[in-house]
C-alpha cells in the first residue's frame, strides 16, 4: 500500500550543485508578467478607442456601443454554460475577451488599411483593392490576431487547456471581444450616414446594420475562431511527444478558420441574394455542426468523470455516490443549491469548488491512462487530493443528498412467495428466525450473523475492486496495480449525534430515498 501523501522533491530535478536554491529573474516573476500583459492590454485598449472615436465620432461612438454591447452577455454566457463541467478561472476568459477585443481589433484595423492602401496603390484600383482586402487579407489578419490569444492560454496555461471545450471557450470568447470592438466601428460609422442622409426607423443604415450584425450573425466571429480553438482542443489531447501533430492540427484549424471567414466576407459580391445563400447553405449548417460537437464532448466529458472517479472513491477518497453525483450536471447543481439552502452562499462556492477539483482529478487519470500525462502528474494528482480533503465536510453530504434525489427509480417486483408485514400477511418472524419461501430458518437471525449486522468491510470502511489501470502510477492507488491492492481510506470524519458519518450538525440527517 503506498503512502497517504508521497513525499514531494524539495526541488524540480533534484538540488543545485551548490545546495542552494537560486532565485529566478525578475521577469520570471508572475507579477512583471501580469503588470506586461496588463500594460499592454491597457494600451492597446486605448490607442482602439481613439481609433474608432475618431473614425465614427463621440456620439455615434456612443451609439454604436450601447448597441454592440447586447449580445455580449448572452454570448459569454453560451460559452460559460458549455465550460460547466470543468470551469476554467475567469482570469483566462477576461484575458480572452480584452484580447479580442484590444489587442487583436488594434492589429487587425491597423494591418487591413495598411495592406488596403498598399494594394490600391500598387494596382491604381480601389475598388478592387477593398474586395481582396475583405476576402484575402482581412481573414488571414484577424484569424491570425485571434488565434494569438489561443496560442497563449495553451502555451502559459496549460493546466486550465486540456480538451476542445477549452480550446472552444477561449476562442469563443475572443472573437466576442473582437466582434464587440468591430461592431462598435460598424455601427458608429452607420449612425454617421444617417445623421448625414436623414435616414431614421427601420429604412435606416444603422438598422439594416444592427439586423445583419447583431441579429443574425452575432455567432460570426465565434464560429470562424472556434474552428482554431477547436485545432488546439485537439493538439492538447496529444501527448508530449508528438510534436508534429501538437503543430500541424492548430494549423489547419487555423486555415480552416480563415477559409470560412473569407467566404463569409466574399458572400457580398456573389450577386443579390449571395449574402443569403451562404448564410443558409454554410453558416447556419457550421452552426449546428460545431454545437452538436461541443455538447457531445461535454457529454463525454461528464462520462470521463463517472469512469475515473470510482477507482478513487474504492481507495476511500470519495463516497461511493460521488462519481455518480459528480457525472450528472443537475446533481451538482442540486448539491449546490442544497449546500447554500442550509450552509450559506459561502458553503455552495465551496461545493462548486470541489466538483471542479474532482472533475480535474478525474481528467487528470484518464489522461494517465492513455499515457498523455505529464512529468508533474504525482504533484498535481496530490495538489488536487489536498483541495478534495479540505472541502470534504462540507461538499460530501450535498453530494450524497443529490445523489439520492436523481438516483433513477428501481423497479420493485413482489416475489411470489408470501411476505411477512406486506400483502396483508402478518407481522415478520421472531427474533433468531428468518424466512425463505415461507420456511423458517433455525440458523438464528441473519443466517448466523449477529442481530443488526450483515456480512461486508468493517465499520467505516469498503473493500476495494480493482480497475487494472498499469499505466499509471499514483500515490493513492499504487504504482502500476490499480485500487484493487487495498484502499486508502481518508481520515476519519466526526458527525453529529444521530448524523451518518460526514454530516455536519447544520446539515439535516438524510431520509431514505423514496
Known amino acids: 500500500m503506498s503512502p497517504q501523501f508521497p513525499p514531494c522533491p524539495p526541488h524540480p530535478g533534484g538540488p543545485p550543485e551548490d545546495g542552494v536554491l537560486r532565485h529566478a529573474h525578475w521577469w520570471q516573476h508572475r507579477w512583471v508578467r501580469y503588470g506586461a500583459l496588463i500594460t499592454l492590454l491597457a494600451l492597446s485598449g486605448l490607442v482602439i478607442l481613439a481609433l474608432v472615436r475618431e473614425q465614427t465620432g463621440t456620439q455615434g461612438f456612443l451609439v454604436g456601443l450601447g448597441l454592440a454591447v447586447l449580445p455580449v452577455p448572452l454570448l459569454v454566457a453560451a460559452f460559460r454554460w458549455l465550460d460547466r463541467v470543468e470551469p476554467g478561472p475567469w482570469r483566462n476568459l477576461v484575458f480572452a475577451f480584452a484580447w479580442g477585443a484590444c489587442a487583436a481589433a488594434l492589429i487587425a484595423i491597423i494591418a487591413n488599411s495598411f495592406a488596403t492602401r498598399w494594394i490600391a496603390t500598387a494596382t491604381a484600383d480601389p475598388?478592387?483593392?477593398?474586395?481582396?482586402?475583405?476576402?484575402?487579407?482581412?481573414?488571414?489578419?484577424?484569424?491570425?490576431?485571434?488565434?494569438?490569444?489561443?496560442?497563449?492560454?495553451?502555451?502559459?496555461?496549460?493546466?486550465?487547456?486540456?480538451?476542445?471545450?477549452?480550446?472552444?471557450?477561449?476562442?469563443?470568447?475572443?472573437?466576442?471581444?473582437?466582434?464587440?470592438?468591430?461592431?462598435?466601428?460598424?455601427?458608429?460609422?452607420?449612425?454617421?450616414?444617417?445623421?448625414?442622409?436623414?435616414?431614421?426607423?427601420?429604412?435606416?443604415?444603422?438598422?439594416?446594420?444592427?439586423?445583419?450584425?447583431?441579429?443574425?450573425?452575432?455567432?460570426?466571429?465565434?464560429?470562424?475562431?472556434?474552428?482554431?480553438?477547436?485545432?488546439?482542443?485537439?493538439?492538447?489531447?496529444?501527448?508530449?511527444?508528438?510534436?508534429?501533430?501538437?503543430?500541424?492540427?492548430?494549423?489547419?484549424?487555423?486555415?480552416?478558420?480563415?477559409?470560412?471567414?473569407?467566404?463569409?466576407?466574399?458572400?457580398?459580391?456573389?450577386?443579390?441574394?449571395?449574402?443569403?445563400?451562404?448564410?443558409?447553405?454554410?453558416?447556419?449548417?457550421?452552426?449546428?455542426?460545431?454545437?452538436?460537437?461541443v455538447v457531445w464532448t461535454r457529454q463525454r466529458e461528464l462520462r470521463t468523470v463517472r469512469e475515473e472517479l470510482p477507482a478513487y472513491a474504492a481507495a476511500g477518497w470519495l463516497a461511493p455516490a460521488e462519481p455518480y453525483a459528480l457525472g450528472s450536471m443537475r446533481a451538482r447543481r442540486l448539491a449546490r443549491e442544497y449546500a447554500g439552502r442550509h450552509l450559506g452562499k459561502p458553503a455552495a462556492r465551496e461545493v462548486a469548488r470541489y466538483e471542479a477539483y474532482a472533475t480535474s482529478l478525474a481528467f487528470l487519470r484518464h489522461r494517465g491512462r492513455k499515457g498523455r500525462a505529464g512529468a508533474d502528474f504525482l504533484v498535481r494528482e496530490r495538489e488536487l487530493l489536498n483541495e478534495l480533503l479540505r472541502r470534504r465536510d462540507v461538499a460530501r453530504p450535498a453530494l450524497d443528498h443529490a445523489a439520492r434525489m436523481t438516483a433513477p427509480p428501481v423497479r420493485v417486483t413482489a416475489p411470489p412467495w408470501p411476505v411477512y408485514g406486506a400483502y396483508g400477511h402478518g407481522p415478520g418472524?421472531?427474533?433468531?428466525?428468518?424466512?425463505?419461501?415461507?420456511?423458517?430458518?433455525?440458523?438464528?437471525?441473519?443466517?448466523?450473523?449477529?442481530?443488526?449486522?450483515?456480512?461486508?468491510?468493517?465499520?467505516?470502511?469498503?473493500?476495494?475492486?480493482?480497475?487494472?489501470?498499469?499505466?499509471?502510477?499514483?500515490?493513492?492507488?499504487?504504482?502500476?496495480?490499480?485500487?484493487?491492492?487495498?484502499?486508502?481510506?481518508?481520515?476519519?470524519?466526526?458527525?453529529?449525534?444521530?448524523?451518518?458519518?460526514?454530516?455536519?450538525?447544520?446539515?439535516?440527517?438524510?431520509?431514505?430515498?423514496?
Open 127 to 293: 475598388s478592387g483593392a477593398d474586395t481582396l482586402g475583405a476576402t484575402v487579407i482581412a481573414p488571414v489578419v484577424e484569424e491570425s490576431a485571434k488565434a494569438a490569444a489561443v496560442l497563449l492560454v495553451f502555451l502559459f496555461r496549460r493546466r486550465d487547456f486540456t480538451g476542445i471545450v477549452d480550446g472552444v471557450v477561449i476562442a469563443g470568447v475572443t472573437a466576442t471581444g473582437f466582434a464587440f470592438t468591430e461592431n462598435i466601428l460598424y455601427l458608429g460609422t452607420a449612425f454617421g450616414t444617417d445623421q448625414l442622409t436623414g435616414d431614421t426607423g427601420i429604412a435606416s443604415v444603422t438598422a439594416a446594420t444592427f439586423f445583419v450584425r447583431v441579429i443574425m450573425s452575432p455567432f460570426a466571429h465565434p464560429l470562424f475562431t472556434v474552428l482554431t480553438g477547436i485545432g488546439f482542443g485537439v493538439a492538447a489531447l496529444f501527448g508530449d511527444r508528438q510534436h508534429l501533430r501538437r503543430v500541424l492540427v492548430p494549423l489547419c484549424g487555423l486555415l480552416l478558420a480563415m477559409g470560412m471567414h473569407a467566404l463569409w466576407n466574399g458572400s457580398s459580391s456573389f450577386g443579390e441574394f449571395g449574402f443569403f445563400a451562404v448564410y443558409a447553405a454554410f453558416m447556419v449548417p457550421a452552426f449546428g455542426l460545431l454545437t452538436w460537437l
Open 429 to 514: 418472524p421472531a427474533h433468531g428466525q428468518s424466512h425463505l419461501a415461507g420456511f423458517p430458518h433455525p440458523a438464528g437471525p441473519a443466517y448466523g450473523n449477529p442481530a443488526g449486522q450483515s456480512y461486508g468491510a468493517p465499520a467505516g470502511q469498503s473493500y476495494g475492486y480493482g480497475y487494472g489501470y498499469p499505466a499509471v502510477h499514483s500515490p493513492v492507488l499504487g504504482p502500476g496495480t490499480g485500487p484493487g491492492t487495498g484502499p486508502v481510506h481518508a481520515p476519519a470524519q466526526g458527525s453529529a449525534p444521530g448524523h451518518p458519518v460526514g454530516y455536519p450538525a447544520q446539515y439535516p440527517a438524510p431520509r431514505p430515498h423514496q
